[in-house]
């Protein structure tokens, strides 16, 4: 049997929202299908709840070892080969939260190299307080007061293929998974019923998530999260130029850079020698773009303690930023990255996937990641505001700094309250 794990991420077009400055949507998938490779000898044992601590303290170490997980997963994929020259964006809690539903269904080893990999620490979280945390995390993502943001999850199970009932209770009730029964030997009119599903969620935008079935499939998990925001200072299109962008010292392509003078949070941190900048959107998350002279330095530096410091002593000045449009696409498969990171029984014979279903030889085939990201200026509407802004403040002698985005950097989205890391990419060349 075989059971694949595919994330799929799609951008939402730019054209008929000029309001809206950056779009991120994502969705992922587990698959199950009847594979032919034998299981050997797994530890059956479900995981005991051993220590169960107090729920507050169950949601700090969920959410500290998610954004740990967001930089090692980051560090695995910019070292990965392919990644050479590539321009890197991914969604970490989206990752998290779906092999966190995986692992409700795994057991013995399995189950212990994805918690481990995912960061949870075995003697300190159950199963159970995972799920209660991802519940809670959940639930605040789709906070009604942010109506840009959402993120949710579904289930889709072949008509002769039985889940354990409790798997399928804890996705419904902790990850909020809508339930569906198809018939997955009908393979196109299974992956339409999917499509969509999925093409509802992402309003439209993402309608080919599923490309072909395979006829053996029994279950496919859907996540998705979706991210629309507006900066609270839009750009003014007026001041959007033609401009340099150094890819490397021998490569310099041309992007349309966008311009604002006005105070921004800004740190300088001069161990690694590297601009913090933070744009709000006009709600509680915030695009963190870090420059640093050596990307590698920052690269191999980065984690959430350095995240959370910048955070914490960002002040606020007056500098003459210079950001490009742009608009990337990236398209992973994650079985090696996931692999190396010492999750490696899930997708072999040694799997062990027991809390789904008691059939033998489930195991996952894949795990695909794809995620866009476009970021432009705010818009009709915004220009007016900015226009006002910097002709009210030019003038004089004094001349802000310049801070100019004109090669290599790394981007986070990031929800200010709990840190959350919702992306995390290095843009090397905005035009590919
Ligand atoms: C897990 O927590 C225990 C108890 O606090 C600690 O001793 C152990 O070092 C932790 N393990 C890891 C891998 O952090
Ligand atoms: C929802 O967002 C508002 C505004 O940012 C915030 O005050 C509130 O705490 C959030 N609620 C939850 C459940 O996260
Ligand atoms: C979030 O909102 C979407 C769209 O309204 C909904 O389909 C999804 O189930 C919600 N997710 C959660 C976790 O409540
Ligand atoms: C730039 O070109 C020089 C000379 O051809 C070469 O040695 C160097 O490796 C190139 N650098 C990059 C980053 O491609
Ligand atoms: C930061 O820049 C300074 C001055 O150019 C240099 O001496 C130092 O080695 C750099 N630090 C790192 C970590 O690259
Ligand atoms: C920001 O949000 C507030 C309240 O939701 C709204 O009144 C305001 O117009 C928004 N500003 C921009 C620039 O979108």
Redesign the pocket.
Known sequence: MLLCLCFNQEKFTMMMMRAAVGLWVLSAVICVGRGHHHLGHGNDQAVQDTVADGSANSVSLVNEANKEFSFRLYRQLAAHADSQGQNIFFSPASVSAALAMLSVGAQGETHRQLFSGLGFNSSLLTQTDVDQVFQTL??S??NTSQEDA????AVFVDNRFKPKPEFLQTLKQS??A?GFNVDFSQTTESADTINKYVEE?TNGKIDKLVEDLDPDTVMYLISYIYYKGKWATPFDPELTKQDDFNVDENTTVSVNMMNMEDDFYTYQDRVLNTTVLQLPFNSSYSMLLMLPDVMATLENAIDPNLVAKWLKAMSPRRHDVYIPKFSIKTSYNLNDVLSEMGMTDMFGGRANLRGISEEQGLAVSKVVHQATLDVDEAGATAAAATGIEISTRSGGLYSAPVLKFNRPFMVIITERNTEKILFLGKIINPTI
């Open positions: 959940l639930q993502a789709n959402s993120e949710g999850t990850y909020f809508d969620k």
